[in-house]
């Protein structure tokens, strides 16, 4: 058993969906999310400085005494995972790898679309992991303007949909029967991007799957808290301030997040 928290990054607030999922299956953990908001957003930054931001972060998490690792970030996953795994003590889990194996599980006819920031398509991680199966044909999208509205709070404006038509336009011609977001900032899109797919087509986020891969981790390894762990969710951001973390997370969680601290990532001291 063990009762430090479990520490999840994301480029933002994206990552607060993966956090929500994790808490309603192990309400006894107790969390440390750092949303990395002075860098947000990282979908179309070069990898190379996507991989410095992100290292910080973790360095700062794991600096804090975490148990587990979670990067929570679709575009920092693809940077970062190999060199996270061997640079930390800690298991560290992704939301590229849950969800790939739950789209090859779900698609029946083998077509599979995966939307994901420009970073992330561009590394062809998705790609790269699903056709490894010669069964599946995979129908890639770059959505960069998807976060833009999410991180400004618009989840239902005639402006996503719009734009949504427009990314989702190829996919949906091509017959795609899954399609996986890629980004976990996009679940709070869900409403018009499964409008534009359609009924037929199965959406796959990574959220859940991802809290799923934490649970068999931490029973695995013996990291659960004990049945007498207090609960803490404990957030930071590294931007200037925390207001505008503060209002997108009351407005995209439906929760409460308070007492949101600053942290200077890169230099591991945390600001008072």
């Known amino acids: 058993m063990n009762n430090a928290a479990i520490g999840i990054f994301d480029s933002g607030v994206g990552g607060l969906t993966v956090a929500r999922a994790i808490s309603d299956q192990l309400p006894r953990e107790s969390l440390l999310y750092i949303g990395d908001t002075a860098h947000s957003p990282y979908g179309p ?3 190379a400085d996507v991989r410095r931001y992100s290292l910080e ?3 700062t998490l794991v600096a804090q ?3 587990m690792l979670v990067i929570a970030c679709n575009t920092a996953s693809a940077a970062v995972l190999r ?7 800690v298991p560290v889990v992704e939301v590229i790898g849950p969800a790939v194996r739950t789209a090859m599980s779900t698609t029946r006819s083998g077509r599979i679309g995966v939307i994901g920031t420009s970073g992330t398509i561009g590394s062809r991680a998705y790609q790269d992991m699903l056709e490894v199966n010669d069964r599946l044909t995979v129908f890639a999208q770059a959505c960069p303007r998807f976060v833009e509205f999410v991180e400004a709070g618009e989840t239902d404006t005639p402006e996503v949909l719009a734009v ?3 990314y989702l336009a190829p996919l949906r011609h091509s017959g795609v029967d899954t399609l996986v977001l890629g980004c976990t900032h996009y679940p709070f899109l869900k409403g018009a991007i499964s409008y534009v797919m359609g009924p037929d087509v199965s959406l796959v986020s990574s959220d859940t799957e991802t809290a799923n891969d934490v649970y068999r ?3 695995s390894r013996d990291l659960l808290a004990g049945t007498d762990a207090v609960p803490s969710h404990t957030y930071e951001a590294t931007g ?3 207001d505008e973390f503060v209002r997108l997370a009351h407005r995209l969680m439906g929760r409460e997040v308070r007492d949101v601290r600053l942290v200077q990532t890169g230099a591991i001291d945390l600001r008072p």
Do not use: F, N, T
Request: zero cysteines.
């Open 65 to 67: 005494g975490v148990k």
């Open 217 to 219: 981790q931490l029973v």
């Open 57 to 59: 972060v973790l360095d």
């Open 164 to 166: 949504a038509e427009e």
């Open 45 to 47: 930054k070069p990898i």
């Open 83 to 89: 060199d996270a795994r061997e640079r930390y003590d």
């Open 240 to 242: 200037d301030s925390a």
